[in-house]
């Protein structure tokens, strides 16, 4: 977390402006794996939700070319084991006979 690129220009209505390599470091480190943006955002001086903003634009490709693509994972698929067969309801107490459709019930 340098601030080698924290240069900050105020602009007549005092709006913070920063350059787009100072963006891009800042959306860098959140992007690092366990980070916070919260706390990122909190080290450099800036609200949590202008951090997600530039995220946001640095994916869009605003910040310039994407030097990293999306991670992609090996994934080993297995054959679904075959379920075993239902077997037919038991008739409890002779209320019911059995059919191969379900049972049926006598009054």
């Known amino acids: 977390m340098s601030d080698s690129l924290s240069v900050v220009s105020v602009s007549e209505n005092s709006r913070r402006r920063y350059p787009v390599e100072y963006k891009r470091q800042v959306v860098q ?11 990122v955002a909190l080290a450099h ?6 951090l997600h903003n530039w995220r946001w634009q640095y994916r869009r490709g605003d910040f310039g070319p994407i030097s ?3 991670v992609l ?3 080993q698929i297995r054959a679904a084991s075959v379920p075993a067969q ?10 019911g006979i059995l059919t191969s459709s379900g049972p049926v019930f006598s009054k």
């Open 29 to 39: 480190e959140s992007m690092v794996g366990g980070a916070s943006i919260a706390r």
């Open 45 to 50: 001086g800036i609200n949590a939700n202008q």
């Open 68 to 70: 990293q693509g999306p």
């Open 73 to 75: 994972l090996p994934v």
């Open 86 to 95: 239902h077997q037919p309801a038991k008739v409890v107490n002779g209320q």
